[in-house]
T-cell receptor, first 116, second 111 residues
């Protein structure tokens, strides 16, 4: 079974530029999550989708971050414009069951973003 | 507000030296407590899910336990390949919509 795929693996941008990350979850998984992991900290949930609907985005800085999951499969996370404090690893995860179920989340390798 | 703390922040063990990692939590409406392992440059890898106080789960040299306020990850006779960051996470909230990770414990097992 293929795992969660993410691209790019690394990205370096200047502050105020825009960047987008892509995630392809495990086939058949209903729920998709985006996390931000700052160096030395645990992942912080930004947004979760069930199929193509947003379940919770209370932790997403909506003035600069946006995310979508078209057709309930792939998802993109965008930052526009980026700030220095956005430097982090952005992790995508998926789980089989509906949002709210204490289901195992399977994580992708992450995208390491450096904002200069 | 849901909170998760982990201790110690870092732990160095000799190969074969057993120890325990702690995860303390304060949440409203716990749905599940998860343990993950994270190697440098990789995403977290699932280890265990615990649902209620008193529950225990084992896998190879690892054993996870859960009480109403904390969870322990016991490592018996660790090997160098057990070196990693161990993350604890809780799922809570009225609809299970809250996921909170702890900061992790960095474990180093020396040969």
């Amino acid at each position: 079974e293929a795992g969660v795929a993410q691209s790019p693996r690394y990205k370096i941008i200047e502050k105020r530029q825009s960047v987008a990350f892509w995630c392809n979850p495990i086939s058949g998984h209903a729920t998709l999550y985006w996390y931000q992991q700052i160096l030395g900290q645990g992942p912080k949930l930004l947004i979760q989708f069930q199929n193509n609907g947003v379940v919770d985005d209370s932790q997403l800085p909506k003035d600069r971050f946006s995310a979508e999951r078209l057709k309930g499969v792939d998802s993109t996370l965008k930052i526009q414009p980026a700030k220095l404090e956005d430097s982090a690893v952005y992790l995508c995860a998926s789980s089989l069951g509906p949002a709210g179920d204490p289901d195992t989340q399977y994580f992708g390798p992450g995208t390491r973003l450096t904002v200069l | 507000e849901d909170q998760v703390t982990q201790s110690p922040e870092a732990l160095r063990l000799q190969e074969g030296e057993s120890s325990s990692l702690n995860c303390s939590y304060t949440v409203s409406g716990l749905r599940g407590l998860f343990w993950y392992r994270q190697d440098p440059g990789k995403g977290p890898e699932f280890l265990f899910t615990l649902y209620s106080a008193g529950e225990e789960k084992e896998k190879e040299r690892l054993k996870a336990t859960l009480t109403k306020k904390e969870s322990f990850l016991h490592i018996t006779a660790p090997k160098p390949e057990d070196s990693a960051t161990y993350l604890c996470a809780v799922q809570a909230g009225n609809y299970g919509q809250n996921f909170v990770f702890g900061p992790g414990t960095r474990l180093s097992v020396l040969p």
